[in-house]
């Protein structure tokens, strides 16, 4: 359990509310008790000089980073946490990243949890590549990145499950619930205390129960940032857990903010409703009573027409995408967007996120151009939303959709590289570290926190 320095802050309170006074004057018939008094009163001076008083106000949130490219695990942790101390020496949270190449992610774990003395640690497998403010950071055998954060009037609390077992929606749901209890009870708080943000890893399929079961201990307004790993492993302190869900939950006295940005072309003159589903929430069978892949492909104007279908094919980098919109405020939309995957000979479409029947769904276009963008666009979002001013702003960690990345720049990493440009540009030369995602988890305001594909996901952190 990380402390909440409430004791430190109550003498601040009371320091401030019971300022000291000078000592009255005393007459010549007193001279001598005068003489006295003045003693004591250099000797109680000295003594409050000396007294290690607390500094009033939130605590300092400090943070430093770390990656590495070196083949061997432990080599790599060591380095990463070496050039993580040039700025940070306890920190209170690590956030991992591990490119999923590494043979031994164990090494890793187990590696940074006694290297960075024993600090809570949440971390995932990405693919590819991790990246930071040097830029895309991609080994002969792996790569990874951390994020230290050292903020001492935090609370925060990690919690793991091995989801392997958990097939049905019920049964994710119920595990998922176990993992979120065992990182609010690692914080020290309970169900009623309403956390800054939670980090999550839900394992890859099984994410809409995962955030049903957090929407339900939390509220759906709770802020998110999440990843879906992109390797089978997630970690948890000294642990690494197969096909698990892990999940950090902080607790500040310190801005934070999250962004949740797709930025994908919207065409409001394509759009249908699903009015078939298959067996699962992640096959559309029809779309305005038609065979999914056949409205899709006449919304694609001819750039689907070579997709083979007497056999399932996967058509994830076509760079089309399936979009439900959100109308918020002051004319301003939210997009929850779905990546068709894979066409079945019966014209179904499997997609990476769950689609319920009736929905009324739009069709999307990306771009090269619009993926830079939002590069940093999701860096201002994110600062809006937590109502961080630049001076504050110490340091962030951020998702990227794969299947975006991949389709738009290939697996290069000097194609890759004007994303990390992208985000420099907006983070005014902070620390962050981030990798490429399986999908990706976020808020849309006032509708709840969703799972979404080709899309980023972000949290900024202010001093």
Known sequence: MIENKSDDNSLCNGLKKRPLT???SIGKKGEAMSNKLKIIAILAGSL???FPFP???PAEVKIGYGWSVNAD?????QEAVEMMRMTISKPNLVILLIESSYENDSIIAQNLYRLANKPKVYGLEG?????????????????????GIEAPSWSVGVGVMDMSNAETPTQIKEMALK?????IDDAGKTTEDKPSLVFIAPTKLKEEPILSAIEYVFSNDVRIVGGSPGGPNTIANDRVVENGFVLAVIYADTKIGAGFHAGIAVDRNKSGVVTTMGETHRIIKEINNKPAFEVYRNWADGALDDVNVSESTSIWSRSFALVRVYNLAQNEVGTKVVVPITVNPDLSLVTGADISEGEHLYFATASKKAYIKRAGTIVQQALVEGKIKYPELVGGVHYYCRGAAFSQFGRDRENLQPLVNETNKKMNGKPYIGTFTAGEQGNISGYGIFMGNLTSSMAVFAE
Do not use: W
């Open 22 to 24: 000078m000592i009255p």
């Open 73 to 77: 695990e432990a080599k790599a942790v």
């Open 55 to 57: 500094k009033c106000g």
């Open 179 to 183: 993992a979120i209890k065992s990182a």
């Open 48 to 50: 409050l000089m000396s």
């Open 127 to 147: 693919t590819y590549a991790v990246f930071s403010r040097d830029g895309v950071h991609v080994g002969e055998k792996g790569s990874l990145a951390i994020l």
